[in-house]
């Protein structure tokens, strides 16, 4: 157990309920972000649109902080290194998680993405760090890539190929965001920081094109309610406070029991799809989302 988990084993019982009904919070926001981006997208908005609402609004708001940790130095960390964070869980990332969210039910991206994040850590670790798994964490990975591959099959009998290839994209976004953590933990760079970085890049870079290439026009046409909702949703709520909450949280109570709670995000997603969109998975996909989370439980055991 790390100091951080040692100390947290003592807080007191009020803050343990703080800190548990903040982790709560935060696994709402990013389960439910899914189906409320799909919501967005199947209803106008584009995959484009989303990704610029996203970092135009964190950019702005997070400008500040990256101007006073120092331009010069890439906010202490370095260019080179904020370049690969942004990479990872920046513009990419983001836009590959929206494009497989217009051509595959919600409840695939929330089950294939952390399902593939949670693997690629476990590998990271070993191959990083050298940490050995523990039977429990082989079980659990093995059980995650069995509820993959349901999905997969899930969508090979449907016979879409564009479910199929929002599926793929799904799994791109797992092997940029799950390396993510990582060089955070290589690098020991602050997340709060990792992400007013990556946030102002991806705005400053992003934007021009969006912007020059006229792909502007649609949220030009939506209702300004409409724009104003998802640019909070995707640039305050996701990028901002739901890593406030879950380092809110790893500080009260610790990372191995904050570490329990990420598989709650494929049920949210799933279960929030239903009446936002409609989407009831078919029993091979309640099968793999089912297999996912009951291996991402076993991996986050102690």
């Known amino acids: 157990m790390s100091q951080l988990d040692r100390g947290a084993a003592f807080a007191a019982p009020a803050d343990r309920r703080i800190a548990i009904l903040a982790m709560l919070a935060a696994v709402t926001i990013y389960g439910t972000n899914f189906a409320i981006s799909r919501h967005a997208i199947v209803n106008g908005l584009t995959p484009l649109d989303l990704t610029a609402l996203r970092f135009a609004t964190?950019?702005?708001?997070?400008?500040?902080?990256?101007?006073?940790?120092?331009?010069?130095?890439?906010?202490?960390?370095?260019?080179?290194?904020?370049l690969v964070l942004t990479l990872m869980s920046g513009v990419p990332m983001t836009f590959l998680m929206m494009l497989g969210l217009s051509m595959a039910p919600a409840a695939h991206g929330a089950s294939i993405g952390p399902g593939?994040?949670?693997?690629?850590?476990?590998i990271?670790?070993?191959?990083?760090?050298?940490?050995?798994p523990s039977r429990f964490v082989i079980a659990g990975i093995a059980t995650v890539l069995a509820g993959l591959a349901c999905i997969a099959?899930?969508?090979?009998?449907?016979?879409?190929?564009?479910?199929l290839l929002g599926d793929l994209c799904f799994l791109g976004v797992g092997l940029l965001w799950g390396g993510y953590p990582l060089m955070l933990q290589v690098w020991k760079v602050d997340a709060l920081k990792a992400t007013t970085v990556l946030s102002v890049i991806s705005a400053l870079v992003f934007l021009p094109f969006y912007i020059l290439a006229?792909?502007?026009?649609t949220i030009a046409a939506a209702p300004?309610?409409?724009?104003?909702f998802h640019a909070f949703?995707?640039?305050?709520?996701?990028?901002i406070i739901g890593l406030w909450l879950w380092g809110f949280a790893v500080g009260r109570i610790g990372a191995t029991v904050t570490g329990r709670f990420p598989p709650l995000i494929p049920v949210i997603g799933t279960l929030s799809a239903i009446p936002l969109l409609g989407e009831w998975p078919v029993p091979l996909q309640w099968a793999g989302v089912a297999l996912i989370v009951g291996g991402l439980m076993l991996t986050t055991r102690k």
């Open 58 to 82: 964190a950019g702005l708001v997070l400008a500040p902080l990256f101007w006073r940790a120092g331009i010069a130095d890439c906010a202490g960390i370095g260019w080179g290194k904020g």
């Open 116 to 122: 593939t994040v949670t693997t690629i850590g476990v």
């Open 124 to 132: 990271g670790g070993i191959v990083l760090f050298g940490i050995k």
């Open 153 to 163: 099959i899930a969508a090979g009998i449907s016979g879409s190929p564009t479910m």
């Open 214 to 217: 006229g792909y502007g026009a």
């Open 224 to 228: 300004l309610w409409l724009v104003v």
């Open 233 to 239: 949703n995707q640039g305050i709520l996701n990028m």
